[in-house]
């Protein structure tokens, strides 16, 4: 059997380090991307700066476009869908639809890397007013005014004096569903708050917490410099609700740290929304048959040393697509993903 | 007693003066030392024999600092910090944080600022820091007196009575004092009321309690004039 190239599907950080890897090693690769451009949620959501570097997270995601889209191997499909999948490992047929029609692409191995979409923090319970109250914000949308370097109250357009963070929002809530830990809010909400702080240094910033979850290296670089060098309050308690009281939200909750009921007046309010598996990682599953976890996010099946192989032989899945990771996850796993499916596309035409 | 923390008894006190005082504990010297962040681990306040007894909690103080929370910092100032026996259990802290440290810088600042909680705070002190600032040594014979220890035993009437007795029944010739624990040498004595006053101890003594600091200035300088010091302690 011939060697077929790989469909790496998906053009966010997991699905480009995927496909790039794929090249780098000497295969082939057909990079398919819903949407016109690559960079995935990171390009689609205006994210300013990555965690936990702060590095610009738009050169660092136009890096990563050009480095597929330079590469001859690499076979760059934007504006195109899955429709359809037949065959089996080592020789899967594909059917895509794009702007110009449809076509059958063959592929040796898949490669799933189709991602996350935010929390809608509107959607499940209303008590944060996010539809309700124009200073009621998400991670998603201070990292927007982050980028463009402007914070501040979209009810008046003033910088605020008083902000906090409400962490947990739409994640380990057995009410909503979501009973797993998105893992990367901690992180991000600590990195914006530095960067809220830098920007506006006579803004109070306030995060209030179930408990922070900075493993590794994160908790030294963005939660210590946070709390330490940038004064960010860190606030034990979770809000239960906000309301409105002239032109300041009141942020009611438990202070657990110093045992006391609180009521706190703010100027803005920023959820910290959690991971959900996007729409495209539930079509994709559909489509190829792969089962999901409990979660609603592309089960892996090889336990702890396989971390991206799935239910069906010679599809596999890397990055968020799998459950909530950060993009230094979404970037190893995208690797390891390269590595097995171009082992299998091998195995496969070497047995053929 | 429950420590109150809503801050209400101190509603009365503008923020502006909380804040001043805030911002003298932090511009001391010491303050980037005793203080960085808070992992809210709890290990001071399980390390502190303090909170065994009382409702005081280390960590509450050093996170109230922390935190910058200038109202909650207020009431610890006032109703908190004189419950630390200043042990430095706390200095256990995983961040190298010393709780034990900033109480230290805390009370320095309610002593120099006449705080009537510090007032109260070290009203029984006055006869302890009488003895050591005159005499140089803190505790003298002639303060174990019956009605003062009575769960010390029938005896020590009996001592009190014939003190400078049992005082001349011990070898050391230094020891036969009832004022004073040893007999202190002039030198020292002089040195200790020259360093008092050049540090500012005294200054300190006159915010916290006048009386006794017009006592101690009778003494003082009329001991360091005939030394050869010219020295006004006002």
Known sequence: MVELPVLVIGGGPAGMEAARGIADIGYRCVLVEKRMVLGGTPELANY????????????????????????????????????????????????????TGNETVKAGAVVIATGFQHFDPGRETQQYGYYEYDDVLTLVDLEKMLREKKVVRPSNGE???????????????????????SKVCCGVAAKESIEVRQLLPDCKVFIFYIDMRMYGYWENEIYWPSQEKYKVNYIKGIATDIRKKGDKLIVRGEDTTMGRPMEVPMDLVVLSVGMEASSGTKEMAEIFGVELNKYKFIETTGGALNTVATSVEGVFACGAATGPADIEDSISSASAAAMKAVSIVRKKALAG | MTLDLSGKQYAGVDYDEKERLFEEVKKDFRFEQYLYGCYECGICVAACPSARFYDFSPRKIAQSVAREDVDLFYVFLNDSVWDCSQCFSCDVCPRKNSPGGLITLMREVAVNNGLAS????????????????????????????????????????????NLEAWRRALPPETMHTTEASWQVDEKTITELYLIWHMTGVMDMIKEVDEGLFMILQDVMEEKLEDA???????
């Open chain 1, 48 to 99: 300013a700066a990555l965690t936990p570097d702060f590095r610009d997270a738009g050169e660092a995601m136009a890096e990563m476009a050009k480095a597929v889209q330079d590469d001859e191997q690499v076979d760059v499909r934007i504006g195109t869908t899955v429709r359809d999948v037949s065959g089996a490992a080592g020789g899967f047929e594909v059917s895509l639809k794009s702007g």
């Open chain 1, 159 to 181: 910088p605020p004096k008083r902000m906090c963070f409400i962490q947990c929002v739409g994640s380990r809530d057995r009410q909503i569903g979501n009973e797993y830990c």
């Open chain 2, 118 to 161: 510090a007032q109260e705070a070290l009203e029984g002190y006055g006869r302890v820091v009488y003895k050591i600032m005159a005499t140089g040594t803190q505790v003298a014979p002639d303060m174990l007196q019956a009605n003062a220890f009575p769960d010390w035993g029938p005896h020590v009437k009996d001592i009190a009575e």
């Open chain 2, 228 to 234: 050869g010091y010219d020295v006004s302690f006002d």
